[in-house]
């Protein structure tokens, strides 16, 4: 069974500063990786997809990474803003043994960006 | 198209009721998801449809819960006799599969729903 986890829970820092969110998954056996960002209530808003083949990939201060032998992937966030406060949540995407894609949802790290 | 809508976007029902949501994805995705969250977590997969097929049910899903698709367009989430553990947020997504490729999940504002 797949497990995602995100360390830390929570990440208070300073405006301006750089920062990295982790995302580690047990089974390497994946199809992509998608980062999210969500709202307090809301819905999440897609950041980054990194197919499987691909190593990361960048938006504007955004940069996610995949490490697939190890499990892991990185959200770097660069120049940080008041605007980034919110949980960013990664989920990874496989295919079972049955053919079917199956999505998991790590815990979220919930971001304070502080004025 | 101005991506994936949910309604109603808050229902309160008394334990026993039953409730259906409805989600509208974006026109040209084939893909469809079902997701719960409750609070501090991140959403679980329920279900999702290919089309109007749906491939893939999560032991979430108990048999109180159904799901359709029916015209493989917007698709409907039934609970039945609920409970005041189904109380949480009903997350839909769209996405579009191609070639075994799995493009980006869209998410829609979600269901809050409040068992009482």
């Known amino acids: 069974k797949q497990e995602v986890t995100q360390i830390p829970a929570a990440l208070s820092v300073p405006e301006g500063e750089n920062l990295v969110l982790n995302c580690s998954f047990t089974?390497?056996?994946?199809?992509?990786l998608q980062w999210f960002r969500q709202d307090p209530g809301k819905g999440l808003t897609s950041l980054l997809l990194?197919?499987?083949?691909?190593r990361e990939q960048t938006s504007g201060r955004l940069n996610a990474s995949l490490d697939k032998s190890s499990g892991r992937s990185t959200l770097y966030i660069a120049a940080s803003q008041p605007g980034d406060s919110a949980t960013y949540l990664c989920?990874?995407?496989?295919?079972?043994?049955?053919?079917?894609?199956?999505?998991?949802f790590g815990t979220g790290t919930k971001l304070q960006v502080i004025p | 198209d101005t991506g994936v809508s949910q309604n109603p976007r808050h229902k309160i029902t008394k334990r026993g009721q039953n409730v259906t949501f409805r989600c509208d994805p974006i026109?040209?995705?084939?893909?469809l998801y079902w997701y719960r969250q409750t609070l501090g977590q991140g959403p679980e997969f329920l279900t999702y449809?290919?089309?109007?097929?749906?491939?893939?049910k999560s032991r979430l899903l108990s048999d109180r819960f159904s799901a359709e698709r029916p015209k493989g367009s917007f698709s409907t989430l039934e609970i039945q006799r609920t409970e005041q553990g189904d109380s949480a947020m009903y997350l839909c997504?769209?996405?579009?599969?191609?070639?075994?490729?799995?493009?980006?999940?869209?998410f829609g504002p979600g269901t809050r729903l409040t068992v009482t």
């Open positions: 990194i197919q499987s083949s691909q």
């Open positions: 026109s040209e995705h084939n893909r």
């Open positions: 997504a769209s996405s579009l599969a191609k070639d075994s490729i799995f493009y980006e999940q869209y």
């Open positions: 449809f290919q089309n109007e097929a749906q491939l893939e």
């Open positions: 089974d390497s056996a994946i199809y992509n």
């Open positions: 989920a990874v995407q496989r295919v079972n043994s049955g053919g079917y894609q199956k999505v998991t």
